[in-house]
């Protein structure tokens, strides 16, 4: 079965740094693009990056364009999310999706956390 499963988030002071990562299992995973998604206290949730399964084609919030950049290594498996000059607006649970089979299907979020 699909299983997606994010790590990388915690506490960072304004201007920080983090970088996610979510590994994933049970479908080709190659085949399939990823996006990360954020949730934050009291909103919607967002669609933050997309990646396409080659990971040629890349979209963004614009929220986020210039200092987030979301990349794959397809032979691990593996989508991340490098997340710099980090706002405390980006305080959020993130969770990365993927729509496989006509499904979607998401990971358990990663809370990131964004204060002096």
């Known amino acids: 079965q699909v299983q997606l499963v994010e790590s990388g988030g915690g506490l960072v002071q304004p201007g920080g740094s983090l970088r996610l990562s979510c590994a994933a299992s049970?479908?080709?995973?190659?085949?399939?693009?990823m996006n990360w998604y954020r949730q934050p206290p009291g909103k919607e949730r967002e669609l933050v990056a997309a990646?396409?399964?080659?990971?040629?084609?890349?979209n963004y919030a614009d929220s986020v364009k210039g200092r987030f950049t979301i990349s794959r290594d397809n032979a691990k498996n593996t989508v991340y999310l490098q997340m710099n000059s980090l706002k405390p607006e980006d305080t959020a649970v993130y969770h990365c999706?993927?729509?496989?089979?006509?499904?979607?299907?998401w990971g358990q979020g990663t809370q990131v956390t964004v204060s002096s």
């Open positions: 999706n993927t729509y496989v089979a006509a499904y979607d299907y």
């Open positions: 049970g479908f080709r995973f190659s085949s399939y693009a």
């Open positions: 990646i396409s399964g080659a990971g040629v084609r890349k």
